[in-house]
Structures are given as C-alpha cells and as structure tokens.
C-alpha cells in the first residue's frame, strides 16, 4: 500500500497518448457490480474479510522453491488442464505472472488475488481467478497450488465450502502429495497437515483508541492464532485492520481450526464492542468529531496519500458502526479502500503517474465518488 514513488514500469508498452496496454481484463475488473466486496456480508462493518486458502502439492514433483523451470512449467500446463473442469474457473484464463508488467501484478495484489511474492517474482508462476473474484488459484508460488476463496464480512463457512469444492474438483484431475501420517505435504512445515490457512480482516478502532489492543492480540497470540497486517503475512497493521488467522494445520481438523477461529473472533468483537461503550462514554463528542473530520477530509482534500486514505477510510467505517448520520455505505468505504490503490489509480487513468500526481488523483477520484454517492 505504500505509495512513496514509482511502482515499477507499469503494463508491459505505452500506446497511443501514453495509455497503458495490459493483457488483464481491466476495464471489466473495474466496472465489475457482482464482486466480493459489494456484497452485503455479515457483520460487515466491523469485518472486512473472510479468507479460506488451501495449499497443495502435486505428487512426484518437486516443491517450486527447489524444482526446475521446466518441472514448473510442466505443473503450469498440468494445472491449466485440471482448472478448466472446475466450474469458477472453466471460462477464465490461467495468466502466467511473467508476461504481466510489474503494474498489473501490483493491481493483482492490491485487489488481494496474489500474494507477494506471486506478484514480485513471475518466473514460471500462474493465477487463475473467478470472474466474480471470491475464488483464485495460485500457481508455483511456495506451493504448486495456492486456492483461495474470499468474501465480504464474516463467512468463514461459506469460505470453506466453496475452498472445497475448488479442491476436490482439482484433486479429481490432479494427484496430490498426501501422505496418511502428516496429511498433505506442503514447502513449508508449518502448513503440513489441512494446508489451510483461515484469516479474517477485522476492524478495531475502539481497542485501539482506549489503549486495550495490545493485551487483546496476546491473548490471541496464546490460543494458536496469528495477528498479521492488512495485506498479511509480512504487511504492516494499517487503519486499525487486523489480520486474524489460524496457526495450526497439523493433527487438527478443518472443522475444528474454523470452530477455534469464529470464536476468537466472537470474542474480540464483544472486546471491541465493551471498549466501545467505554469510548463514547468518556470521549464520545471528541469520536464523533474525529469521524466528521476525516468524512471531510475524504471529500475534500486535494491531496492523499494511500496510507492518508486508509486512516480517513477507517474512522469514518468506525462512524458507520455508530451509525452516525452522513456516512457512507461500507460498500462505497471498500470501494475507496481498493480502488484509491496506486496501480488502481494509473490503470483508471490509462497511463503512469508519479507519487504527487497519484495524490492529486486519488483525492479527486474519491471526492467525485462520496459526491456521487451523495456524501
């Protein structure tokens, strides 16, 4: 998310009056109505989004991390193969990462479709994704497949079936490394067992307001659970968003690890909740302040940084939970979280910009969006 300077040189060529060429579908991407985070999700406001990923490996070959280019190219192909008889990915492409421009694997990143290093290092990497973006499936990263399903607010079931479904479809095409001691084999040994990984981007403004999140996120941290930054593993905790996920895949079942996990969550929301009310209670009209001036500087700056948008975006979504008047949908918040992302920014706009431009511009497009929405 940070936007201090170039983000590379952008989709591969520049065309006509500097427009940018790129092989992804963005324009649809960006017009896109039926996405994951336009959907109205579970206790959205205070939940960002769920995730379910599954990594698996494909019997007989080598992990990526130590197999030949052209092993991984033959797992690309395997892979492309069995993709096209799962029904969410039977009409899209699988896209190898080196032929995308560094811009277009920044966009992939920030619409949380790769991870970082799919969208740092392309060399003999894929992704393949739905056209409504809630399911995804990467190639040749640390695993030969990474599948991912995500969605708005909270719906770690929902999550997990569709996972499945995505799994057991590949896994009838492909054989994968499973062994019955230890269960699916996986690069690195902290995901051997399920190789899932359960998260859940959660929104706490009040434990951090009142000083309680520290004590709160140990007590995660001691129950087997992780606490990572808004983009996860390696990111930085960004608008008070906080990744929550699941440490143990070995010698527990799926069921149980989501079972642990909702009611973690459960539980730091009833904290959050508590602060909440310690928070109005004692400093309720400085909140309420704090909201409307960050709603104002949404719709009226001229300049904004990516960091600036997030903690402007994060007040107000914390002015939505008190449903104070003037706010906007969650729906148009997410909207501005992902679209005021730098790579967004230039491929709207059809040519690279710099840092300040980026600014100018990411002000402008959001204060034409709260105006559109009527904010």
């Not at 039977?90 to 992939?108: C, H, I, N, V």
């Not at 700056?301 to 903690?311: D, N, P, Q, R, T």
């Not at 002015?319 to 730098?342: D, F, H, K, M, Y």
């Amino acid at each position: 998310m940070n936007d201090s300077g170039s983000q590379g040189r952008g989709a591969e060529a520049q065309g006509q009056g500097g427009g940018l060429k790129t092989s992804l579908p963005v324009a649809e991407m960006l017009q896109g109505e039926g996405l994951w985070f336009h959907e109205q999700g579970p206790l959205q406001d205070a939940i960002l989004s769920t995730r379910v990923r599954l990594a698996r490996n494909l019997k007989g070959h080598r992990f990526p991390p130590r197999a030949l280019a052209e092993e991984l190219d033959r797992i690309m192909q395997r892979v492309s193969q069995g993709l096209a008889q799962v029904p969410e990915f039977a009409q899209t492409e699988l896209y190898p990462m080196e032929s995308l421009g560094a811009l277009e694997r920044q966009f992939l990143l920030e619409r949380h479709l790769a991870s970082h290093d799919l969208a740092r290092d392309g060399r003999h990497r894929g992704l393949a994704f739905s056209a409504d973006e809630r399911a995804a499936v990467m190639v040749n990263e640390e695993d030969h497949l990474r599948i991912q399903v995500l969605r708005a607010g909270f719906q770690l079931d929902e999550c997990y079936a569709q996972a499945n479904r995505i799994d057991d479809s590949l896994e009838a095409q492909l054989e994968y490394a499973f062994f019955d001691d230890f269960g699916y084999l996986t690069a690195c040994p902290t995901n051997v067992g399920t190789g899932m990984r359960a998260s859940v981007l959660i929104h706490l403004p009040a434990l951090v307001l009142t000083g309680k999140i520290k004590k709160v996120l140990a007590g995660v941290g001691q129950v087997g659970l992780a606490v990572r930054g808004f983009y996860g593993e390696g990111t930085d905790v960004l608008g008070n968003f906080f990744q929550i996920s699941n440490q143990i895949t070995l010698g527990e079942k799926e069921s149980q690890t989501l079972l642990n996990l909702e009611r973690v969550i459960h539980q730091v929301l009833d904290y959050e909740e508590k602060a909440r009310d310690v928070l109005l209670k004692d400093a309720g009209d400085q909140v309420r302040d704090k909201v409307m001036r960050a709603l104002g500087a949404l719709g009226h700056a001229h300049m904004l940084s990516s960091e600036e948008v997030i903690g402007l975006a994060s007040a107000v979504r914390f002015g939505v939970t008190l449903e104070l008047s003037g706010c906007p949908r969650v729906r148009t918040l997410n909207e501005i979280l992902l679209c005021a992302q730098p790579a967004h920014l230039q491929l709207m706009a059809g040519h690279e910009m710099s840092s300040r431009e980026r600014n100018v511009q990411r002000a402008r497009w959001i204060r034409e969006r709260l105006a559109a929405k009527g904010c």
